[in-house]
C-alpha cells in the first residue's frame, strides 16, 4: 500500500482546520492544538485514518465494486474528476442531483436518454433536421452531461463514497446512509466525523491538502484494480492447466487403451 508521510501532509498544509469559533466538538478527538484562533489537526490521526480508509477501499476495488467521486466546491472538482477519469470510477462534480442514488431508477432513464442523443447526433438523420431542432437537442445533452457525466457508465449503484467535505455534501451522504452505502470522506474542524462511515481529519478547503489526500485514496484503488487484475489473469492460467492436464489424461488413457 501506498505510504504518506507526515512532511507530505505537513507541507500540503492538511493539518489546517477553521476558527476555533466554527468548530464542531465531535472533531475533538482528532485535533492537536490551537494555534492564532485556528485549530491544528492532529495528521498522526489523518494517517491512522488514511492507511484504515485506503485498505478497506482496496479491498472494495478488488473485489470488482466501484467508488464513486463526490465533490462539487470549486477548489476539488478539478482534482476529482481527473483522479476518478483515470481510475475509469463514477465521480459528481458539477452538483449533487438530489436522488442520484435514493431515486437511481429515474437518474438510469437520464443516462439512457443521454446516450439516444448521442447516438442521435452521430447519425445523418440529426444533421437533416432544422439548426433551431439540432441547437436544442445540443442543448439538452449538454445539460444532462454537466450533471451525470460522471455517472454516464455508472449501471448499478456504487459500493461506496470518497467525499470531499461531509459538510458541504451532505445529500449525498444521507442518501448513502439511507441505502447502506459506506462513506469514506475527508472531515475539517467544523464537520461532523460521525455523519459518516470512514472519517478522514483533515484540511478540506486548500488545493494542495484536497489532492495529497486524494492521491492517496487513487493509490488505493489502483492497487485495488491491479490485484484484480492479476487474481483474474492468474485464474486464467489455473484453468488453462486444467483444461490442459484433463486432454493429456484423456490422451493418455486413449493411448493405454490402444495398447491392450
Not at 487513487?218 to 491491479?226: D, F, M, N
Not at 483444461?243 to 484423456?250: H, I, N, Q
Request: a positive charge.
Amino acid at each position: 500500500m501506498a505510504k504518506v508521510t507526515y512532511k507530505e501532509l505537513l507541507d500540503a498544509g492538511v493539518h489546517f482546520g477553521h476558527l476555533t469559533r466554527k468548530w464542531d466538538p465531535r472533531m475533538a478527538p482528532y485535533i492537536f492544538m490551537e494555534k492564532s484562533g485556528i485549530h491544528i489537526i492532529d495528521l498522526n490521526k489523518t494517517i491512522a485514518c488514511l492507511e484504515q480508509s485506503s485498505e478497506m477501499i482496496k479491498s472494495i476495488v478488488k473485489s470488482g465494486r466501484k467508488i464513486m467521486f463526490v465533490a462539487t466546491k470549486k477548489q476539488a472538482k478539478e482534482i476529482v474528476a481527473t483522479e476518478a477519469k483515470a481510475l475509469n470510477m463514477p465521480y459528481a462534480t458539477e452538483r449533487w442531483l438530489g436522488g442520484m442514488l435514493t431515486n437511481f431508477a429515474t437518474v438510469r432513464k437520464s443516462l439512457k436518454k443521454m446516450a439516444s442523443m448521442d447516438k442521435l447526433m452521430k447519425d445523418e438523420a440529426y444533421l437533416n433536421l432544422a439548426k433551431r431542432e439540432r441547437l436544442m437537442v445540443q442543448r439538452d445533452k449538454e445539460k444532462l452531461e454537466r450533471v451525470l457525466g460522471g455517472i454516464a457508465d455508472l449501471t448499478r449503484l456504487p459500493a461506496a463514497l470518497f467525499v470531499i467535505d461531509v459538510k458541504k455534501e451532505h445529500i449525498a451522504v444521507a442518501e448513502a446512509k439511507k441505502l447502506g452505502i459506506p462513506v469514506f470522506g475527508v472531515v475539517d474542524t467544523n464537520s461532523n466525523p460521525e455523519s459518516i462511515d470512514y472519517a478522514i481529519p483533515g484540511n478540506d478547503d486548500a488545493y494542495k491538502s484536497i489532492l495529497a489526500v486524494t492521491k492517496v485514496i487513487s493509490g488505493a484503488i489502483e492497487e485495488g484494480l491491479q490485484e484484480r487484475k492479476k487474481a483474474k489473469e492468474d485464474q486464467k492460467h489455473e484453468e488453462a492447466a486444467a483444461a490442459k492436464k484433463a486432454v493429456d489424461e484423456k490422451t493418455e488413457e486413449s493411448v493405454s487403451e490402444e495398447k491392450k
